[in-house]
């Protein structure tokens, strides 16, 4: 065994572990266990960089690879490995686990604390899992089983109206989950084998008639979990009622499966079927940045309008998938990437928003500079990185997109991109208004507790926002440390569109 | 020097936004040793001559590398000693101006960004490097506009900085991507050289030149995206000062000098940016004839001034020289003169004219130092402004008037030229001459002239305002395009100019002598509502554009959440009752998996349809 297989054992052995241990430990230490091993993971994920095999050829050339045989009868092997397309999402994962670990242990008082972190590990399992995957049934299998571990964060910690939320979130993700399953089934029989790699070089044997279905099923169940207009009505359900945590991970990383999956799984293997639909795909990411903008312009939640931002945000990152061009994939990437940690922290601003005041309606907020100037800072912030100012980590998911889209150059392509420029100018409106009506202006008359005692930013909401802080700015200044990783996938990726 | 340039004030950012808020004296070190090393800088780079160069690679994008690059051209280091003197001027006059200010420290940081900013704007090689500059001064608009907690308007005014500039912007990205996808390149001297390998279309030229025409025109304050810059006054007036003088405003007149071949390569482009300059010179300068709010005054006269440089930028021929003259002479008396302004509503405790007068006795330093200032405006010699007014209208009389343009712009620079003195000598009568008009209590009346450290700014800037014509002649062979035929005040329109200045000067002396406490404004009559109201456009804007955009929101919000999600559920309840009557083991399993089953099919219809589409 390698020093990389070991790491990739680590990365699902070790969550996997904690989930376990951790409902067994004494509860006063359960904290402190959690983040040491969520630390761990996060050095693991780091050194997954180190000493990895670049001297592949093929379409997916893993830097790390697992081989072992799984379920012979349908010749599904279990193949883990990770390269440069999922290696960023695996670190945005463990770095976002650790900052929810650090605030369950640290900040946030949750009833039951030791069951919802073994949700989080269980979560982190299944995540990892998707993003290792390199054969398609693997990959369906921890795709499904992410959804036990967030139906239960939402119906056991959630808010008042969380069954319903939580029904609503399962069934809806499960419902297209059916399709992925039809889509992956396709393939395999279609091209006989469920190995990604594999089926990433016969893509161009599976006969384009066949190849045009199966991209039509894993779209739209992709679709489903990115979410794209119009299949994203469960999510500003979900992220409202969820708690902090759930939101983050949910906002965070599991909308990133969706994207993941649509360029691993759809794009990769049916290629032809991507080429097809690209122009509608680009048509539904721009309707989506602009509706959730309207929307998010007449919201009066503040988590609702966090999730519905969502939304715009990945219509982005569908957009530069949409283009199949290098620009706009690799902006897809760093887009998912960027976004991860932005709503992250946002979703973490708004938790310690609603804690301290108990409502997150924005009507009865304001004055947050003056009562807590620290936290406004963070969450004006986490808000100008959201809305893609040049020079944080949002804006290169959404210019790039943007450019990827323009060098088609035909008119279809140019009005996509025109209008996700406006689209753009309207997530700063909502953002700024976002900001007037909780931080700038004077506290209403009846605002909610916006006496001068609220407590500013506490010492474990600092660990948990300043990683994220600088991740932000960091990938603002130099999204190489993204971009240099994607790039050799992105370029095979859209090569095989090509061919 | 480039690099020292940059990371000298985003370093005092960084440091001041991590200082905790009662840190003020270290926030104060801080701040002003950053304008200070840009100031020196940026003085070095210009008389050194060095024109370094720097590239980073950042990122690959396909076959596009992305290289953030700055490039330190004399055009540059001489808008960088700018930047830097009036960042200084800020930063030392701020201590005192802010001293019962509670959010002092991270104001000296957003200062500090806003000059890291400019200057990547300033010493930018590649168009995405511009954009970063370009968008986080927007942003630190944004959060000084809206500073001062104390006053209700401050947030709105913020909001409505950023976002006005941000439509503009929508137009910059665009013309910027149109530009990249071209050139296959963000660097300036790629997109350059296109230009002239004839890479691009005459289609993709206009359009990136109009496109980034509308960013600065939001930048720059011109019609019809000025409406944010008098609002703006809601900020603190060192803010003012050098939003006006050296960031924000300054940065779109200089993206046009820098990138003109771009505007250059399309008459369309000209035309639009002549028409857009002359009217924000008319608009700008009509409206400071009547506003009461003396920093009103200052900000539409910025918009005049600017427009002044816009108008002959939209101009074919050599105006590049000129207009980068100006630009410095402005962004001098200007933030002289917000910063005098400051030293004034502090005495007066209002920003209101009518409520001042007779301060030259109580205040003879700023007294002093704002006549140079508002001399040097109004185009009075030896003052810089003279100088540099006189080389832009001789530049736009001499070979570049004929055509519609020309004629469009000498008419807006010469009905503007009286218009400017008439309300320089407004202000200055109506702030230090006739009655005192102070209603305040007595204990809370500033004493006269201002506390040391806010003195010596102002007079360094009078200083440097009467020095600027001859600082710039001297130092003529030391910029690339400034000769004496470029910049030199040409006899024959200088004399009309003096002329008509004079006239302006005595016309508001008479009109105010009759009754030294009635604004001499009257004389306008029934003119005078239009105009203070700058004709009515922020109306015009509020009801075609903001309240529609309210109104559509709330629509599309509906939509989603009673349509599309409406659809959902109502699949969901009666696939609920579907399953009830299916659920013979009642233990609401089958329910769950009706749902999820009839959920999947409603998907999958919709993906057999696409495909049916398809194939």
């Known amino acids: 065994m390698t020093a990389g297989q070991t790491l990739l054992v680590f990365l699902l052995g070790g969550p996997a572990t904690c989930a376990l241990l951790i409902l067994v430990v004494p509860a006063r230490v359960a904290g402190r266990l959690s983040i040491a091993a969520a630390s761990a993971m996060f050095v693991v994920s780091i050194a997954l960089t180190a000493d990895r095999n670049t001297a592949g050829s093929g379409t997916i050339d893993p830097w790390h690879e697992i081989n072992l045989p799984w379920i012979a009868s349908l010749e599904s092997r279990l193949h883990l490995g990770v390269d440069g397309l999922s290696w960023p999402l695996i670190v945005l994962t463990s770095l976002l686990v650790l900052c929810c670990t650090i605030w369950l242990a640290s900040v946030e008082r949750v009833h039951n604390v030791r069951a919802l972190l073994a949700l989080i590990f269980a979560l982190q399992f299944g995540m990892v899992g998707v993003f290792l995957a390199l054969d398609t049934i693997v990959f369906f299998v921890f795709f499904e089983l992410t959804l036990v571990p967030m139906y239960g964060v939402i119906a056991g910690w959630g808010g008042a109206k969380r069954a319903a939320a939580a029904r609503k979130f399962v069934l809806y993700t499960l419902a297209g989950s059916v399709l992925l399953l039809t889509g992956v089934m396709w393939l395999l029989v279609e091209a006989g084998t469920s190995d990604m790699p594999l089926l990433a070089e016969r893509a161009g044997d599976v006969a384009r008639s066949a190849q045009l279905g199966i991209f039509a099923f894993l779209a739209v169940a992709f679709a489903v979990k990115s979410p794209l207009w119009p299949l994203h009505s469960w999510l500003p359900d979900a992220h409202t009622e969820a708690p902090t945590v759930g939101s983050v991970l949910l906002a965070g990383v599991l909308l990133k499966l969706g994207t993941y999956g649509l360029v691993r799984v759809g794009v990769t293997l049916a290629p032809q079927g991507a080429k097809h639909f690209a122009p509608v795909l680009a048509a539904l990411g721009v309707v989506a940045i602009v509706v959730a903008a309207f929307v998010c312009l007449a919201s009066d939640e503040l988590k609702r309008l966090i999730a519905y931002s969502s939304v715009g945000h990945m219509g982005f990152v569908l957009l530069g998938i949409a283009t199949l061009n290098e620009a706009g994939m690799q902006a897809a990437q760093v887009g998912n990437v960027s976004h991860g940690l932005i709503t992250g922290l946002l979703f973490f601003c708004v938790g310690a928003v609603k804690s301290r005041l108990g409502s997150g309606q924005l009507a009865s907020l304001g004055g947050l500079r003056m009562s807590a100037p620290r936290l406004a800072a963070v969450l004006g912030f986490a808000a100008i990185a959201s809305f893609g100012l040049p020079g944080l980590a949002g804006f290169w998911g959404e210019a790039f997109a943007i450019y990827g889209a323009a060098q088609h150059g035909t008119v279809w392509w140019w009005a996509a991109a025109i209008v996700a420029a406006i689209g753009a100018a309207l997530v700063v409106a909502y953002f700024l208004r976002m900001l007037r009506l909780v931080v700038t202006r004077q506290p209403t008359a009846g605002a909610v507790g916006m006496a001068d005692v609220i407590t500013d930013l506490r010492w474990g909401e600092v660990l948990v926002v300043a990683p994220l802080m600088t991740a932000i700015l960091l990938i603002g200044l130099w999204p190489g440390v993204v971009l240099d990783a994607t790039a050799g996938p992105v370029k095979q990726i859209v090569e095989g569109v090509a061919r | ?615």
């Not at chain 2, 201590?95 to 704007?121: E, G, H, I």
Request: hydrophobic share 55%.
């Open chain 2, 1 to 615: 020097m480039s690099a020292a340039l940059v990371a000298g004030p985003a370093l005092a950012a960084l440091i001041g936004f991590l200082l905790p808020y009662r840190a003020r004296r270290m926030a104060a070190i801080v701040g002003c040793a950053g304008g200070m090393v840009v100031f020196v800088a940026a003085v070095i780079a210009f008389f050194a001559q060095s024109a370094d160069r720097i590239s980073q690679t950042v990122a690959t994008f396909g076959s596009l590398t992305l290289r953030l690059q700055l490039h330190l051209t004399t055009t540059a280091s001489i808008v960088a000693i700018l930047v830097g003197a009036v960042a200084l001027a800020v930063q030392v006059y701020s201590v005192k101006y802010l001293a019962n200010d509670s959010r002092y420290v991270p104001y000296v940081a957003q200062v500090s960004l806003f000059v890291t900013a400019m200057l990547a704007v300033v010493c930018a090689d590649d168009l995405i490097t511009l954009l970063i500059g370009w968008e986080v001064m927007g942003l630190c608009s944004y959060l000084l506009i809206g500073h001062d907690t104390s006053l209700p308007e401050a947030p709105r005014a913020a909001v409505k900085a950023f976002l006005v500039t941000r439509v503009g912007d929508i137009g910059f990205l665009l013309g910027i991507i149109v530009l990249g996808v071209g050139a296959g390149s963000f660097a300036i001297p790629d997109v350059l050289k296109a230009i002239t390998d004839g890479t691009y279309t005459s289609t993709e030229l206009t359009a990136a030149g109009l496109l980034l025409f509308a960013g600065v025109a939001g930048k720059s304050a011109q019609f019809p995206l000025h409406t944010w810059l008098p609002d703006a006054m809601a900020g603190p007036t060192p803010i003012s000062a050098l939003i006006h003088a050296a960031t924000m405003v300054a940065a779109g007149v200089y993206v046009l000098i820098t990138l003109r071949p771009i505007f250059v390569a399309s008459s369309t482009t000209l035309l639009v940016i002549a028409a857009a300059g002359a009217i924000t010179v008319l608009i700008g300068a009509l409206a400071a004839c009547v506003v009461d709010d003396i920093k009103r005054v200052l900000a539409y006269s910025t918009m005049s001034h600017l427009g002044y440089l816009v108008a002959i930028l939209g101009l074919p021929g050599i105006v590049r020289p000129a207009a980068l003259f100006h630009l410095l002479s402005h962004g001098v008396f200007k933030a002289l003169l917000f910063l005098s302004a400051g030293a004034v509503i502090h005495a007066a405790g209002t920003n209101s004219m009518a409520a001042m007068g007779g301060l030259r006795r109580a205040m003879p330093v700023t007294f002093i130092c704002m006549t140079a200032g508002l001399a040097s405006a109004a185009g009075l010699p030896p003052f810089g402004g003279f100088w540099s007014k006189e080389s832009v209208i001789g530049a736009a009389m001499h070979g570049f008037g004929d055509g519609t343009a020309g004629v469009v712009v000498a008419v807006s620079l010469w009905v503007s030229v009286p218009l400017t003195a008439w309300y320089c000598t407004r202000l200055f009568l109506r702030v230090f001459f006739g009655p005192s008009q102070t209603h305040r209590p007595a204990k809370q009346q500033h004493q006269g002239d201002p506390a040391m450290s806010m003195r010596v700014p102002l007079i360094a800037l009078a200083a440097a305002t009467c020095l600027v014509g001859v600082l710039a002649f001297t130092s003529r062979s030391l910029v690339e395009g400034w000769s004496a035929d470029t910049i030199r005040p040409h006899a024959d329109t200088t004399v009309l100019v003096v002329l008509l200045t004079i006239l302006g000067c005595l016309t508001t002396w008479w009109a105010w002598r009759s009754d030294r406490t009635l604004d001499p404004a009257r004389i306008f009559g029934i003119l005078r509502p239009p105009l203070q109201a700058g004709f009515y456009v922020d109306a015009i804007q509020d009801a075609v554009i903001v309240r529609p955009a309210h109104r559509l929101s709330r629509l599309v919000r509906r939509a989603d959440e009673q349509g599309v999600d409406g659809v959902v559920e109502g699949a969901g309840n009666s696939s609920w009752r579907l399953g009830g009557v299916l659920d013979l083991a009642h233990t609401g399993l089958a329910r769950y998996a009706a749902i999820v089953v009839s959920g999947g099919l409603c998907l999958g219809l919709v993906t057999l349809a696409m495909w049916e589409l398809a194939t």
